[in-house]
């Protein structure tokens, strides 16, 4: 294809990522911005406590051959998780999906290697656009189209349109660190999920099933509070409800209780879509938008949904 272009992709997540390499491969000057110092979005890894966590994306799965030769080609560093995941009644949560797996330099990484080559700017927040016929005025450069991979409400927001096509829910999340290695019942299973109308907890995810990221005589969870306790504490400090947390975890995993050495607490605004059937939204001319705001928020699903825009894009710039 006759190079064209540029295009400018707003949000640097996994599937703003797979969009601008897709352009990038053929052969159009793509600009990407991100707001955050880093790239990701929630697939973002936290070196806390000295442990490598996974505070967003816990795991990866793969079903289509297009996302299984990319993680090939792109990421090697990835283990399987071996040990399952349970519900309420104890009875193991199976993944129709394809086995579950991690990357050992934290599942950030493929976000990075996603991004090796881009026009990424960084710590570059955009907070308008200006559409003419010209093309999509964005922070003083002038673009032939854009793509918004934000949650749909910042999307919205962003292009002007009267609501967004999805809702999101908030979720507060929790790690916590446990002096001793296998606390409570944690070596029985990665993880435990509870009905999401429950509170305070909805999952909770045993760090130590990752080989590499806990050091120490140590145990680390990644706590994911219910919808409804996030909301009920969404304007709480962590202090507040970190406590509340905890003790809910132990409890689950029947861990005695003075065994807690360091918490930390983080709220994800933006954490799903609630929506399982977006609502149709009438975009200006020029703009594209892609993620989990019309695709389900597993990675594969992110990954392709980029890619699928790229494709919008290029037909888009042909025409």
């Not at 993880?191 to 999401?196: D, I, V």
């Not at 360091?262 to 879509?273: D, E, K, L």
Request: charged share 20%; hydrophobic share 35%.
């Amino acid at each position: 294809m006759k190079k064209s272009g540029p295009v400018a992709i707003i949000g640097a997540g996994l599937s703003g990522l797979s969009c601008a390499q897709s352009l990038h491969a053929a052969g159009i000057e793509v600009r990407v911005f991100e707001s955050s110092p880093v790239v990701g979005g929630r697939c973002a890894t936290r070196l806390w406590q000295g442990h490598l966590v996974d505070l967003g994306v816990q795991y990866f799965t793969a079903q289509s051959t297009e996302f299984k030769k990319e993680l090939l080609n792109r990421l090697r560093q990835f283990r399987p998780i071996i040990s399952p995941i349970l519900d309420r009644d104890d009875k193991v949560v199976t993944s129709e999906a394809g086995p579950r797996f991690y990357v050992l330099q934290g599942n950030n990484y493929f976000a990075h290697v996603l991004s090796h080559g881009l026009d990424l700017r960084v710590n570059t927040p955009v907070e308008s656009l200006s559409f003419s016929s010209t093309g999509v005025d964005c922070l003083g450069g002038t673009y032939r189209a854009v793509v918004s991979s934000l949650p749909s409400p910042l999307s919205a927001r962003l292009l002007g349109l009267s609501k967004p096509s999805v809702e999101y829910d908030s979720c507060l999340t929790a790690l916590l660190e446990y002096t001793g290695s296998g606390v409570g019942n944690s070596r029985q299973s990665y993880a435990r999920l509870l009905p999401e109308d429950q509170a305070p907890l909805m999952a909770s995810y045993c760090e130590n099933n990752k080989v590499g990221r806990i050091i120490g005589d140590k145990t680390v969870f990644v706590v994911h509070a219910s919808p409804r306790f996030s909301r009920e504490h969404a304007s709480s400090p962590p202090e507040k409800y970190l406590p509340l947390l905890a003790r809910a975890n132990e409890q689950l995993w029947h861990i005695p209780e003075g065994q807690l050495t360091a918490s930390f607490g983080h709220r994800w605004t933006y954490a799903r879509p609630l929506d399982l059937k977006p609502r149709s939204v009438s975009l200006p001319k020029g703009a594209f938008v892609c993620g989990d705001s019309h695709a389900d928020s597993t990675v594969e699903s992110v990954w392709l949904d980029g890619r699928q825009t790229a494709k919008d894009v290029l037909t888009y710039l042909s025409g």
